[in-house]
Structures are given as C-alpha cells and as structure tokens.
T-cell receptor, first 115, second 114 residues
Framework: DARVTQTPRHKVTEMGQEVTMRCQPILGHNTVFWYRQTMMQGLELLAYFRNRAPLDDSGMPKDRFSAEMPDATLATLKIQPSEPRDSAVYFCASGEGGTSADTQYFGPGTRLTVL | KNQVEQSPQSLIILEGKNCTLQ??????????LRWYKQDTGRGPVSLTIMTFSENTKSNGRYTATLDADTKQSSLHITASQLSDSASYICVVSAFSGGYNKLIFGAGTRLAVHP
C-alpha cells in the first residue's frame, strides 16, 4: 500500500530556530506539492515540483522558506528563522503528474508549533 | 480572483440521515472539481473528480454533482455513518502551465451523531 510519508509528525520549536520537514513521495510519482493548513486560511499551496525541478513556489514566503528535492525520494521544506505565525500543519502530496486529472496523494502532515 | 466557497461551514446530523454539502466557485480556466474527505489529524483523501462535461459522479454513498453553467457543485451523503464525521473540502483545478493549480475551499465540518 504505497503512501506519502512525512517526518516529523509533530514539531515544537522556539521562535528563531530552523525547522526542516521531510517528505518521501510515492515511488514513481514525479510531482510533489507542499501545502500549509491553518484554521484561518485552510489549505494553501506553498511549492510544486515536477521531476525534482521547482515549477511554482509563488505561495511561499521567500525570505524564510525554502523547498528542495535532493533526489526523487526526498523533498524538504525548511523554515529559517521560524516565527509563531508559521504554526500550522504542513502537508506534502505527490502525483503522477502531467494531466488535468492527476490525483494528488497527501501525506499525514507535520504539525508545527512555533513558540 | 479564483475562489471556492463552501456551505455550510459546519453541520450536525444523526446517523442514518442524508445530507448535502454545497460548493460555489469562480475559477478560470476550469479543469476539474474534486471533493476531498479529511479526517481529523490526517491528510485529505480524494472522493470524486469531475471534469467540465460530467455532471454527476458517485463513490459508494457519496454522490457529487456539477453544474458548470452556474459554477456550483454539491456532495450528497446517503445513509450517513459515524465514520463520515470529517471535513469535506471542495477543490477546483485550473490547468495552467502544464499542471493543476488547485484552489481549495475552506471545507464543511460534518459531525454524525448516534
């Protein structure tokens, strides 16, 4: 049963600290998405990768957020320095990509709390 | 501006009853519309997907409808079960630049009580 995995599942940190979240997409999927979900904003797209190349990161605050795919089995989302307003659940999703009917499969999320 | 609005914001029903959730959208260019179910503490899971030419799609006790003229969709749940308690999110895709840009609604939180 192929799934998207994310680590850590929970992270509590202090303001100003660096936070790194990791995602392992489903094997064979060539698109990866990072989302943020808060009670106030709902789900927001942060970044999108296809074949490991970043195609859209317009939803991501560039001054503190960065997203990378070092290889096809790992995507990372880094926040440096973290702020309390970054507290949210961060979801990674992967898909086979390329068609308008592409289904995205979501991971379980990383719940981030910045104190 | 691309937007997806859902109603009601929350809903409580008794087990065994039916319910209908609404989604209105202004998204262009429209590609498809999906309904996701999100259990508490989990990631969203796709229930249905409909393209412009489809006006109904079923997945077990879930039936989604789409009226592309009025830009409205509904998700009907039949004979609700306690396990249907979740958030239901309407997501509209604008296929642009070679991929689906997803626009999410805020969701409807459904609680099914015994």
């Amino acid at each position: 049963d192929a799934r998207v995995t994310q680590t850590p599942r929970h992270k509590v940190t202090e303001m100003g600290q660096e936070v790194t979240m990791r995602c392992q997409p489903i094997l064979g999927h060539n698109t990866v998405f990072w989302y943020r979900q808060t009670m106030m904003q709902g789900l927001e797209l942060l970044a999108y990768f296809r074949n490991r190349a970043p195609l859209d990161d317009s939803g991501m605050p560039k001054d503190r957020f960065s997203a990378e795919m070092p290889d096809a089995t790992l995507a990372t989302l880094k926040i440096q320095p973290s702020e309390p307003r970054d507290s949210a659940v961060y979801f990674c999703a992967s898909g086979e990509g390329g068609t308008s009917a592409d289904t995205q499969y979501f991971g379980p999320g990383t719940r981030l709390t910045v104190l | 501006k691309n937007q997806v609005e859902q109603s009601p914001q929350s809903l409580i029903i008794l087990e065994g009853k039916n319910c209908t959730l609404q989604c209105n959208y202004t998204v262009s260019p429209f590609s498809n519309l999906r309904w996701y179910k999100q259990d508490t503490g989990r990631g969203p899971v796709s229930l249905t997907i409909m393209t412009f030419s489809e006006n109904t799609k079923s997945n077990g006790r879930y039936t989604a409808t789409l009226d592309a003229d009025t830009k409205q969709s509904s998700l009907h749940i039949t004979a609700s079960q306690l396990s249907d308690s979740a958030s239901y999110i309407c997501v509209v895709s604008a296929f642009s630049g070679g991929y689906n840009k997803l626009i999410f609604g805020a969701g409807t939180r459904l609680a099914v009580h015994p």
